[in-house]
């Protein structure tokens, strides 16, 4: 029989090779190469990206077992690691909080952590970061879920972070307005399920920017490098009835105060919008919207969500509005893609797909989507819509009918 045996070429490869391969098998796969020979015993243990994901948990119903199975796992593994841990992500998991990932921060802030991912399940308590946390210093991604952050007083930010993601984080509109402007290199920052009832943005470097929650205003303050933005304001019972009292709307001090004149600044990277729940029946809303797309000389797609259960208009005003904000010069001359949703057919909605049609030369697509089901209402904005010039000849309209 012809002996097969050779030079294990796989073995001999550079420890940095070996890594590579290794951090593309899932997590538990890779500690098991720890039992094909004597070189591999610990050829996983410097590996520095750890992510452990729904094919580490074993294949059972159980899920106080299978939270004890994964706890050991994890604990276990970074008893055993040697060397930095720059990547250390638990995502997409039915992990709940537990003491043990106290410990696990506290090895991670010991151990050079970078990109730290911590979403845990829904179900359990919010997972307190503990002191230890604000010591990670070389943070450059930070991602967490059900978490409670409360910084420490002597906290001064994470002066190489870059990326922000908070989903359903208990923090105090303080401390997250603190975070934010702590991190001077924050170019990425998504905050998502918040209520906090007012925010204040102040990232010079910030480039893209998601918000979603129950914010009662928005402020962007020293945000000149927005090259995507998406805003979506859902208002509580509470904040709507303090909205109603105080005769201000969702966005109006989203621009940076109270002002709603022509802005001092010009958005000259941005080149996405979105804004949901847009009221076209309040003009200080609709005004903020055309500030923020005036403003923006580079916008190539922007995406617009109506909110057709908003009370009547608080700040009346009548279509002379338009001629006035919006003068026969304007132009809109790199926009190519629109998309409108939730659109009711009231007046100034029109007059707002009138104006983007009118100033917009290099439109290629206009979508909308009604939010009234009426035929009849419905044919009688299309009929209204096909009125309008074009300024792009090769603008095309899509009206997608509902069922």
Known sequence: MDDFSGPDLIS?????????????????DAVRTSILSRKWRYKWSTITQLVFDEKCYPNCHDREA?????????????????????????????????????????????????????????????????????????LTRLELSRCELDPPVSFKGFSCLKSLNLHQVLISPEA?????????????????????????VCAPNLKYLCLEGEFKEICLVDTPLLVELSVAMYMTDDVAEHMEQSST?????????????????????????????????????ILVVLRLITSSPNLKELHISGSSNISAATYAAGFEFWEK??????????LKVVKLTEMSGVPHEIEFIKF??????????????????DLECQLKMLVELMKFRRASTKAEIYFIRGD
Not at 176 to 200: G, H, N, R
Not at 325 to 334: M, Y
């Open 356 to 373: 983007l049609l009118g100033c917009s030369p290099a439109l290629e697509t206009m979508s909308i989507i009604p939010s009234m089901y």
């Open 12 to 28: 001999d490869l550079p420890q940095s090779i070996i890594e590579t391969i290794l951090i593309q098998l899932p997590i538990r």
């Open 176 to 200: 997250i307005e603190s975070l934010i402007s702590s991190c001077p290199l924050l170019e990425s920052l998504s905050l998502s399920y918040f209520d906090c009832l007012a925010l204040t």
């Open 66 to 138: 299978v939270q004890k199975n994964v706890v050991e796992f994890i604990t276990r593994l970074l008893f055993l690691h040697q060397g930095p841990i720059h990547k250390f992500q638990i995502v997409n998991t039915s992990l709940q909080n537990c003491s043990a990932i106290n410990q696990w921060i506290l090895f991670l802030s010991r151990n050079d952590i970078k990109d730290l991912d911590l979403e845990l399940a829904e179900g359990g308590e919010f997972f307190r970061m503990p002191s230890c946390f604000f010591g990670c210093e070389k």
């Open 325 to 334: 904000e919006c003068p026969s010069d304007s132009i809109l001359s790199q």
């Open 249 to 285: 709307c969702n966005f109006v001090k989203f621009l940076g105060g109270n002002d709603l004149g022509r802005l001092a600044i010009m958005y000259n990277n941005l080149e996405t919008i979105e804004m949901y729940q847009v009221s076209f029946e309040d003009m200080k809303e």
